[in-house]
C-alpha cells in the first residue's frame, strides 16, 4: 500500500483508495466515464492525479515534462476506457499507460535531460530520518537539502528507465514488489532483481553522501 | 551505523530516497489538474505527444543545447569568447605575416631578371610598363615570383584577399 511507510504521511495526501482497496464506486465511475460521462471521469482524474504525477516527475526529474506526460496518460486512458477490461484495477491500468508512455518519452529524449526539479516540502527539515542522515553520515556537512536533491536526481537519471521505475515505484512511492510486478507487466523476481541492481548502482553514484 | 562501500545493506540510501517524496509540484497544482485534463478532452485531444514532441525537438538542437551550456556555466562563456577572439586575432595577424612575406621577397629579390622574361618587342613603351609594375606588384604580394612563365600566379595567403582590390600582368600583343 502505498501510504504505509510513516514518512510518507507528511509528504503525500492521504487519499483512502488503493489496488488493493478498490473502492465500491470505482467500478462504476468507470463505467459512467466510459459512456462518455466527463464528471465522472473527473473524479477519477483527482483520485490518481497525485501518484500518476509523482511517479512520471521521478522518472523524468522534470515538473514540465511531467505534467505533460501524466495529462497525457489520462487523456489517452479515456480514449481507451474501452478496452479496459476490468482484469486489473482501473489504478493498475492508468500506471500501465502512464509508465509505457514516459518511457517511450526518455527513450526519444535520451540523454537531452534538463532537471526541472520541483521545490523541497518544508517538512523535510523536520524529518528525523534525513536530518540524521545528513549531518551524522555524511561527510560533507555543510550540503544544503537543494543540493543533495540534485545530487540525488542526478543519480536517478543515470539509472536505466525500468532500474529507475522499480526504484521510484518501491523506494520512493512505497508499492510492494506484487503491484511493480503488475504495472511493470513482469514476475516479482524480475522487480527483485532489478531493485537490487538499482539500489547497488545509486548506491556507488551516491557513496560521498552515504558513508 | 557505518555502512562499507560494498555493503549490501541499502539502509541508509533508502533514507536518502526519502527527499524525493519532499519535492512537491508548485502550490495548487492539483487544484486545475484534472481540469485541464478533462478540457484536453473536451478539445478533442488523443493523448498522443503533440507538446512533448515539440519540447523533445525544441531540446534536441545541438543550438539549443549549446545556448543553455553557455547560461549555466560562465566558465564555458569565457572560454567560449576567448576562442572567438582567437580566432580574429590570428586571422588579422595572419594577413599582416602575408604582407611582410611579400614585402621581404620584394627587396632581396631582383625583381627585373625574373619578372623580365617577356618577349622582346620593338616597343619599348611595352617593356617599360613591365618593368614599373613588377616591382609594385610584388610589393602587393600579388605575383608569384617563382613564376617564369609570362603568366603570372595570383597568390592567395591571405583571409582578407577577397577584401582586397585585385591586379594582374596585362601582356600587350606585339605591334
Known amino acids: 500500500m502505498i501510504m504505509a511507510e510513516p514518512a510518507r504521511r507528511n509528504v503525500v495526501k492521504e487519499t483512502n483508495d488503493s489496488p488493493a482497496e478498490a473502492i465500491p464506486d470505482e467500478l462504476d465511475l468507470v463505467r459512467r466515464a466510459r459512456e462518455g460521462d466527463l464528471a465522472a471521469y473527473d473524479d477519477l482524474v483527482k483520485r490518481y492525479q497525485e501518484r500518476i504525477y509523482a511517479t512520471v516527475y521521478h522518472m523524468t526529474s522534470n515538473h514540465e515534462d511531467a505534467n505533460d506526460l501524466a495529462q497525457e496518460a489520462f ?20 500506471y500501465r499507460i502512464a509508465v509505457n508512455k514516459t518511457i517511450n518519452f526518455l527513450k526519444q529524449r535520451k540523454n537531452k535531460s534538463l532537471l526541472s526539479l520541483d521545490d523541497i516540502d518544508f517538512n523535510a527539515e523536520h524529518d528525523p530520518d534525513l536530518m540524521a542522515l545528513i549531518s551524522e553520515k555524511t561527510p560533507r556537512r555543510e550540503i544544503s537539502l537543494t543540493e543533495l536533491q540534485e545530487k540525488l536526481n542526478e543519480a536517478m537519471q543515470k539509472l536505466s528507465e525500468h532500474h529507475r521505475l522499480v526504484v521510484t515505484l518501491h523506494d520512493v512511492q512505497g508499492l510492494s514488489h506484487e503491484e511493480i510486478a503488475k504495472i511493470m507487466d513482469c514476475n516479482i523476481g524480475t522487480v527483485r532483481s532489478r531493485l537490487f541492481y538499482a539500489r547497488q548502482q545509486l548506491q556507488a553514484y551516491l557513496s560521498d553522501y552515504l558513508k | 551505523m557505518s555502512m562499507a562501500p560494498d555493503s549490501q545493506n541499502f539502509e541508509d540510501l533508502q533514507r536518502l530516497l526519502t527527499l524525493k517524496r519532499y519535492e512537491q509540484p508548485p502550490p495548487g497544482y492539483f487544484h486545475h489538474f484534472s481540469g485541464t485534463v478533462i478540457s484536453r478532452i473536451e478539445a478533442g485531444e488523443t493523448g498522443g505527444s503533440g507538446r512533448l514532441s515539440v519540447r523533445i525537438s525544441s531540446n534536441g538542437s545541438w543550438f539549443h543545447n549549446f545556448w543553455k551550456a553557455l547560461e549555466r556555466r560562465p566558465a564555458l562563456t569565457g572560454a567560449f569568447g576567448i576562442i572567438v577572439c582567437g580566432f580574429f586575432i590570428s586571422g ?18 631582383p625583381p627585373l631578371a625574373l619578372v623580365r622574361n617577356v618577349e622582346p618587342t620593338p616597343d619599348r613603351d611595352t617593356t617599360l610598363f613591365h618593368e614599373r609594375s613588377a616591382g609594385s606588384l610584388l610589393a602587393q604580394g600579388l605575383v608569384n615570383v617563382s613564376s617564369t612563365n609570362g603568366a603570372s600566379v595570383i597568390r592567395s595567403g591571405s583571409l582578407f584577399d577577397s577584401l582586397r582590390p585585385q591586379s594582374s600582368l596585362v601582356s600587350w600583343p606585339p605591334q
Open chain 1, 75 to 94: 487523456i489517452k486512458a479515456f480514449h481507451a476506457l474501452k478496452s479496459f477490461k476490468g482484469g486489473s484495477s482501473f489504478y493498475t491500468w492508468v
Open chain 2, 92 to 109: 588579422i595577424a595572419l594577413s599582416e605575416k602575408s604582407d611582410g612575406e611579400a614585402a621581404y621577397v620584394t627587396e632581396k629579390a
